[in-house]
């Protein structure tokens, strides 16, 4: 049975080849990224021992794919009676699609979105029980520029309790080399598979915790791709690598 440690280091490149595969193969991205956030979800549960009605959450929000599953994430939360916000760095024409959409449903929740230079930022993110860095992941093409910047600056000197996608924002995910700036999390979750740049020599202080989810990629994409992923959630949808 594979494990996710026997993989081999997995460029961002190889991890476009598995999500096109498994498009090919007939599964939506938006199957892929609501398993995401169901997973994510559940790991916040966790990490909050179960206290989830009435807690507070905010996601850090950028324009693509990694912030389209911070605010499903978000909606689920909400459903399971947590306070919800998120901030979101992107106008409306410089969000995908599907983040888009995401956001509009959470306006329709009541779910309030606020803007960086919002007053309430700061006290919205010093105060979270949890912060969900939805900034940016494995598209990471540089070091993180304004608004995103400021508000990986603010998460690391307010010491918030952060729960990274993909990656930490400003980790660069090929070679896990920490651009400035970049997000300090409490836990990261990695999404199908693990970026290699998670396993660099300094990524282990911005990931904390390492976890992995399954999104629904099919071992017939994995293996496209030479890479053996049969038994690799074998015992569970979540499975802790560090």
């Known amino acids: ?15 476009a080849d598995v999500e096109q595969a498994s498009i090919d193969f007939g599964v939506t991205r938006d199957q892929m990224t609501e398993a995401a956030a169901r997973a994510a979800a559940a790991l916040v549960r966790k990490l909050l021992d179960n206290r989830v009605a009435g807690a507070t959450v905010v996601a850090l929000c950028g324009s693509g794919v990694k ?10 939360l909400h ?12 106008a409306e024409q410089e969000m995908r699609p599907e983040t888009l959409a995401a956001a509009s449903i959470c306006e329709a929740l009541r779910l309030p979105l606020l803007q960086p230079r919002s007053p ?56 896990g080399e920490p651009l400035p700036p970049t997000l300090k999390a409490h836990t990261t979750l990695a999404l199908g598979l693990p970026a290699a740049g998670l ?9 904390g915790e390492l976890w992995l989810c399954d999104i629904g990629y099919p071992p017939a994409a994995l293996e496209a ?3 053996d992923g049969d038994g690799l959630f074998e015992t569970g949808e979540l499975v802790r690598l560090r």
């Open 1 to 15: 049975m594979a494990s996710a440690l026997d993989l081999p280091p997995i460029s961002t490149a190889i991890l």
């Open 67 to 76: 912030a389209c599953v911070a605010l499903h994430t978000l909606r689920i």
């Open 79 to 90: 459903g399971f009676g947590a306070s919800c916000s998120a901030i979101l760095t992107g």
């Open 120 to 175: 309430a930022v700061r006290g919205a993110v010093a105060d979270a029980d949890l912060v969900i860095d939805g900034l940016v992941g494995v598209g990471l093409d540089g070091a993180p520029r304004e608004p995103l910047a400021g508000l990986i600056r603010l998460s690391n000197e307010v010491r918030a309790e952060a729960l990274s996608l993909e990656c930490p924002s400003g980790l660069e995910p090929d070679s």
């Open 199 to 207: 396993f660099g020599s300094l990524a282990w202080q911005y990931t």
């Open 225 to 227: 791709s030479e890479l």
